[in-house]
C-alpha cells in the first residue's frame, strides 16, 4: 500500500510542466514532496530591506521594500524606434537604506506603470555596480498589495502573514515563484506520515510532521519558523542515524573469524625489534582494536588521530595479529605515492620479518606485497598469485586491490587509509573478497569533530590518537604576506637556505603542476575563494616556482620537483631520492598531503596558502617536524590582511590542534562540502541540521536511534520511518552513481 500517493504526485501534474522543468533541472525537485522539503533559506519581514551592506556582489538576491522615487528618461539610441531609447530608474528603500533599480527599451512599461511611489512589492535580480553604486538591473518583482479588492484579495491570501520566506532560487524561478508554488501543494501536507515513533515525538514536544511543514512555509511569528526548525532538524538527524544504526545492527549480525594472536608469534618478534615504547595512546587503542578481532562479528572501526601521531604503527600491529592468526590483511590507499611510501615503510619496520619466503628471512616472517594499477604485467601477475596462495600475509595497495580478477586465499583484515577519497561501497567492495566478512580499520588523517564522526561515520566504533610520540617536535607556523611585506618573502627563502645548511631539508608546495593540461578554469583546481576572483592571477605553478627558485633564491641548491602527473616510476624514483636526503628542496603538489615520512624534512613553504583548506594546510603541515628537529611551516599568500582568507591561514598558524581547526574549517566552508568530501559520494543531504550547531540533537538522535533499532531491527509499525529511510538511501545511492 503507498502510504503517500499525493507526496509522491509528480511536480509536472500539480505545475505543470514548463514550471516542473525548471525545477527538475535547477533545483533537483521532482515530486511534491521534494517541494515541500524545499525550505526557506530566510523570511523577511514585509516592507524590510536586506542591509545594503550585506548584498553580495554577483548573487541573485531577493528584497521587499517601498518605492520612494521612479524617473523616466530618455536618450539618443540607434536601435530604438525614431532613435529615441527608455530608461527607467527606480529608487526603493525601507527606511534605512536605498537601491537603485534600472530597467531599459521595451522592459520599461509594465514597471514605468506599476512601480509608483509609495509601492510596496518583492524585487530580485542580480547585484551589480554601476557608477560606483549597486544597482539591480531588470529585476522580476511581485507587488505587494493589501487593498481588499476582489483583484488583490487572492495576491493578499498569498502573502498572508507577517513573514515572507525567501526560498533559495536559482534566476530561471524566483523566490516568489516558488513560494506559490509551494502554496498550491501545501494542503498535500496533511498527507505526510511521520517518521519519528510518537513516543519520541512527544517525550521531546515536537509538533507533528504536518503541522512542521505548514508552519516552515506559512508561518505567523518567529516562534513558528523555530517550532517548525526544531522538528525537522530531529526529521534529518534521526532518519541519518537509524540509518547508521541500522547498518551497525547488521554488522554485529554478520559471522567473521576471530582473529587472536599467537602468543610468541610475528607480532610479539615484531615488538620486541621496536626501538621504542609505544605511547599510551598507542597501547590503548591497539587493545580496543584487538579486542575487536577477537570477536566473531566483524570489527568494524574507525583510527583517527592527529598528523604524525602514530596511526600506521597501530594498524601494522592489528595487521601483524591477523597474518599471526593465520590470515591475510590488506591496506588501501587513495594515490600511488602514498601506497609506495606505506610499503617502503612497512618493510623498514619490519625488517627480515618482511622476508617470509626468502633466505635470510625470521622464523616467523610473511611476505609484503604491493599492489597499484600502474604495476608492469609480469611483476602485477606476480603480485596476484602471492594473495591468492596466501605467500603473501600483508599486501598494501590503490583501488587496484577492489578489481574483479584480484583474489585473496583468506582475507582477515582491511585497512583503508585516509577514508574520506573512499566510498562506503568501495570500501564494501574489497570487503566482499573475503570468505567471510573481515575486520575493517579505517584510518583519517584529518581529525574530525564529534559531530561530523557520529553523522558521516556514524556505522564505524572510534578510537582517538591524541598523543604524539616521543621525539616529535613542534612545528612552528607562520603568514608570510608576500603582497604586502615582500621582503618576508625574500626571508623565507633565506630560512630554507638556513635549514638545508644545517643538514636539513624542505618541502615548497604550490596549488598546481603548470603544465599544459593544467588549466586553472578545470574541474579540480583548488576551488577559489571570493577574495580571488578580484586577482585574475591563475594559482602558483609546481614547474614555475622550481624554475624560478633553482635560478634564483635557491640556486645552488638540488631542487626537484612532483605531481601526480608524472610516471609513477618517476614519482617512485624523486620519493627515493628526497628520502636518502639527495635532493635539498622538493617543490611538489598537494600529492605530498598524506602519509610522506622523511623526518630529516625539516621546512615547508606553501605558495598561495589561500587557495587550500585549513584541513588540508594542517594535513601539509605535518610532513615536518617529523624527526629530533623543530619544523618550520611558512604560509605564502597575497590576500589583505582583513580578508576572510588571511582570518582562516591566522587560524591554521594559531593552533596545531587539528580537531580545533577542523570545527574552524565546518564553520567557515558550506557543510555540504565537508560532509560531502567525508562521505566520498554518500552525502548526507541535511537541508536544516547543522553539524556543529546542533551537536546536542545529533547525539541525542544517535541514542534513540541505538535503543529503537536494538528493540525492532525491521521498524515495525514505523512507516512513516521506513519511507524516510528509503528515500534517504536512494538519494545517497542516486549521488554515488553520479559521482561513478
Partial sequence: ??????????????????????????????????????????????????????????????????????????????????????????????????????????????PHKELLPGTRAMFAGKVSVFNRRLQLAHPAYELLRADDDDEASESVESWAGALIPLY?????????????????????????????PGSLR????????????LKIHRPHTKADIEDARARLKWDEAFVLQVALARRRHAETQLPAVPREPAPDGLLTAFDDRLPFTLTDGQQKVSRE???????????????????????????????????????????????????????????????????????????????????????????????????????????????????????????????????HRFGVEQRDALRGKGKQPPHLLVMTATPIPRTVAMTVFGDLETSVLDQLPAGRSPIASHVVPAADKPHFLSRAWERVREEVSNGHQAYVVCPRIGDEEDDPGKKGAPRKSPEDDAEKRPPLAVLDIAEQLAKGDLHGLKVEILHGRMQPDDKDAVMRRFAAGETD????????????NVPNATAMVIMDADRFGVSQLHQLRGRVGRGSAAGLCLLVTEMPEASAARQRLNAVAGTLDGFELSRIDLEQRREGDVLGQAQSGA??????????????????????????????????????????????????????????
Avoid: C
Wanted: aromatic share 2%; glycine share 10%.
Fill in 1 to 110: 500500500m503507498d502510504l503517500v500517493p499525493a507526496l509522491r504526485e509528480p511536480l509536472k501534474k500539480v505545475l505543470g510542466p514548463a514550471t516542473a522543468k525548471v525545477m527538475a533541472e535547477h533545483l533537483g525537485l521532482h515530486t511534491v514532496g521534494d517541494l515541500l522539503h524545499h525550505y526557506p533559506r530566510r523570511y523577511e519581514e514585509r516592507g524590510q530591506l536586506t542591509h545594503l551592506a550585506d548584498l553580495p556582489m554577483d548573487e541573485h538576491v531577493t528584497v521587499v521594500a517601498q518605492v520612494a522615487d521612479a524617473r523616466l528618461h530618455s536618450f539618443a539610441s540607434s536601435r530604438a524606434p525614431r532613435g529615441k531609447g527608455q530608461r527607467l530608474e527606480v529608487t526603493i528603500t525601507d527606511g534605512s537604506g536605498r537601491l537603485q533599480l534600472v530597467f531599459f527599451g521595451n522592459g520599461v512599461h509594465k
Fill in 168 to 196: 533559495p532560487a536559482t534566476a530561471k524561478l524566483e523566490s516568489w515563484k516558488i513560494g506559490k508554488a509551494i502554496q498550491t501543494v501545501l494542503p498535500s501536507a496533511q498527507e505526510a506520515v511521520d517518521p519519528l
Fill in 202 to 213: 512527544e517525550g521531546r514536544g515536537l509538533v507533528s510532521l504536518p503541522e512542521a511543514l
Fill in 289 to 419: 582494536i584487538f579486542d575487536d578481532l577477537a570477536t566473531d562479528h566483524p570489527m568494524h572501526r574507525l583510527l583517527q588521530g592527529e598528523v604524525g601521531s602514530g596511526k600506521t604503527m597501530v594498524a601494522l600491529r592489528a595487521m601483524l595479529a591477523v597474518v599471526d592468526a593465520g590470515g591475510q590483511a590488506v591496506m588501501l590507499a587513495p594515490t600511488e605515492v602514498l601506497a609506495q611510501q606505506h610499503h617502503r615503510s612497512v618493510v623498514e619496520m619490519m625488517g627480515e620479518l618482511a622476508e617470509g619466503g626468502m633466505l635470510g628471512g625470521a622464523k616467523h616472517a610473511t611476505k609484503v606485497v604491493l599492489l597499484t594499477g600502474s604495476m608492469g604485467a609480469a611483476a602485477r601477475r606476480h603480485a596476484l598469485l602471492d594473495l591468492a596462495t596466501g605467500e603473501a600475509g600483508i599486501v598494501i595497495g590503490t583501488h587496484a586491490l577492489i578489481e574483479d580478477k584480484v583474489r585473496f586465499h583468506d582475507l582477515g583484515l582491511v585497512v583503508v587509509d585516509e577514508q
Fill in 585 to 596: 628542496v622538493l617543490v611538489a603538489t598537494t600529492v605530498i598531503e598524506v602519509g610522506v
Fill in 683 to 740: 552525502r548526507t543531504s541535511l537541508r536544516v541540521l547543522a553539524v556543529i550547531e546542533d551537536e546536542e540533537i545529533i547525539a541525542q538522535a544517535r541514542q534513540e536511534a541505538a535503543a529503537l533499532v536494538a528493540t525492532d531491527p525491521e521498524l515495525t509499525g514505523l512507516p512513516g520511518l521506513k519511507t524516510a529511510l528509503e528515500a534517504l538511501l536512494d538519494e545517497q545511492r542516486e549521488q554515488y552513481l553520479e559521482k561513478g
